[in-house]
């Protein structure tokens, strides 16, 4: 029987029938499928997820869960959470190189730091990532992200692939250097995701 802790999920943006940046998920769980139970054999999320109706220009969240088979998969409309505030968190033994769906070490060091609306882990002096979505700061000419994040997300690496953003290490003491940050991630694109100022970054 497969452990709760052990399930992997996938987070998929649809707008009008199409599941957006499929090509990304598709390569993230086949790789996760690879390096964690040694399945070769290639899943394509477009030949596996029935689409249903879904009301016109509604952004929905698709979610996969899975492990050694598809477990469920579950549309629902989706709603950006407000962020307005970080607050910098240091957790060098924080680990999440899989997207799984047991996020309960990151759901507790959230909770226990309820001084802004998320968290900036660092780790080793590094910026790594919020709870739920990878980081981008403006230094005034560019969007750069930390060259270490807990997750290498999909919109992260498109974004790469694209020459949107730049990857580059950051040291939590580099922030000063930058005007604003952002949050990405399948859900959420560059450009709606909100600015938030360096003024409401908290220590």
């Known amino acids: 029987m497969i452990k709760f802790m ?10 009008n029938g199409q599941m957006l940046c499929i090509g990304y998920h598709n390569q993230r769980i086949n790789r996760a499928r690879c390096q964690l139970l040694g399945q070769s054999e290639r899943w394509d999320l477009l030949t596996m997820v029935t689409v ?3 009301p016109y220009n509604q952004v929905c969240k698709c979610k996969i869960v899975y492990f050694g088979q598809l477990i469920s998969v579950d549309f629902q409309p989706y709603i950006m959470r407000p962020l307005h505030s970080l607050k910098l968190v240091e957790c060098n033994d924080l680990k999440y190189d899989y997207k799984y769906l047991g996020r309960s070490q990151l759901e507790q060091i959230k909770t226990s730091n309820p001084q802004a609306d998320d968290i900036i882990i660092v780790r080793h002096g590094l910026i790594t990532d ?8 403006f230094d005034g000419e560019k ?12 919109k992260r690496q498109k974004y790469i692939d694209d020459q949107m953003i730049v990857e580059n290490e950051i040291k939590a003491s580099d922030l000063k250097y930058f005007s604003k940050t952002r ?6 694109d ?14």
């Open 183 to 188: 949050i990405i991630n399948a859900m959420i």
């Open 52 to 54: 249903p109706e879904l």
């Open 130 to 137: 919020c709870s739920y979505a990878n980081l981008v700061f």
């Open 190 to 203: 560059l450009d709606e995701s909100p600015d938030i100022l360096m003024k409401n970054i908290f220590v």
């Open 6 to 15: 052990s399930l992997l999920f996938e987070s998929i943006k649809v707008i």
């Open 143 to 154: 969007w750069i992200t930390p060259a270490t994040p807990l997750l290498k997300g999909t």
